[in-house]
């Protein structure tokens, strides 16, 4: 067996589903190739943190809260300061920036 066939073969192997044949010869490579012992670990500890995830349970009311901010239109203040930045977030910064662009303006006319 080659290396690439054990490793689309490893989570049939860890479940104990390959049967006969199949599973004498992923087990003889396995005894031979530390490469694939070492994909065959890996591949084990991610199944043992999958186990101990499933027995986890989320908070009371996680869904729910997950679900009212689906639907919940993006506040004003979010939607300025996206889209006009930090700068005009604030009063003072937005009046500096007009008086700014206005002095150009008075400038760019004259000349």
């Known amino acids: 067996m080659i290396c690439q066939r054990a490793k689309e073969l ?5 479940e104990g589903c390959l049967k006969g044949v199949q599973h004498l010869e992923m087990r003889h490579h396995l005894e031979g190739c530390a490469g694939c012992r070492g994909e065959l670990g890996v591949h084990q500890r ?4 999958v186990k101990v995830s499933e027995a986890l349970e989320p908070p ?3 869904w729910n ?3 009212n901010r689906i639907g919940r239109p993006e506040p004003r ?6 889209w006009f930045g930090t700068t005009f977030s604030k009063p003072l910064n937005a009046a500096s920036a007009l008086a700014a662009l206005a002095a150009l303006g008075a400038m760019l006319l004259s000349s």
């Open 65 to 67: 809260g997950v679900r």
């Open 77 to 82: 203040a979010n939607f300025v300061r996206r």
């Open 10 to 14: 490893m989570p049939d192997y860890l």
């Open 60 to 62: 009371p009311g996680l």
């Open 46 to 49: 991610v199944l043992a943190l």
